[in-house]
């Protein structure tokens, strides 16, 4: 079923790819907003950034697709699947895996920049191996 979820993903974001880009991951998420103060670190944000965490985070379930030079944000069907709609996309040498916990509950969190505003990303148990392969894709080093 994923496979298929992540098929049309790709399909909804091939009108928006750059030349050169490739998609390389894509699942679906409840998407909440962390600031970096959660991890522990102490850093100044930037409005800039904190209106960029608050704008992905207006539709909470989501579906987030990485490319090889960005993440991007679409909304999520009633069914679950991948929307039309864009919520929000960050090119890949702004967005970092801060954290990754795998469980009954899986959850990622991506920090946005220097500042360490992001998102957190949470998964249920059946989309588990979806959380894993988001934080795979997302540990890669971005194309140049």
């Known amino acids: 079923m994923q496979q298929k979820l992540e098929a049309r993903a790709f399909e909804q974001v091939a009108s928006m790819m750059l030349a050169g880009e490739q998609p390389v991951a894509a699942a679906r998420a409840v998407v909440g907003r962390f600031a970096a103060s959660r991890l522990g670190t102490v850093v100044a944000q930037t409005a800039a950034q904190g209106a960029a965490g608050a704008a992905l985070t207006a539709h909470k379930k989501q579906f987030v697709v990485v490319t090889n030079r960005r993440l991007i944000f679409l909304t999520q069907t009633f069914m679950g699947g991948p929307g039309k709609k864009v ?4 090119p890949r040498e702004q967005a970092s895996l801060a954290e ?13 920049g220097d500042a360490g505003d992001g998102v957190s990303l949470t998964f249920p148990r059946v989309d588990k191996k979806n959380a894993e392969s988001l934080a795979a894709a997302l540990r890669q080093v971005p194309a140049a």
Do not use: D, N, P, T
Request: charged share 20%.
């Open 100 to 112: 990754a916990k795998f469980g009954v509950v899986s959850q990622l969190r991506i920090a946005f």
């Open 87 to 90: 919520v929000g996309e960050v």
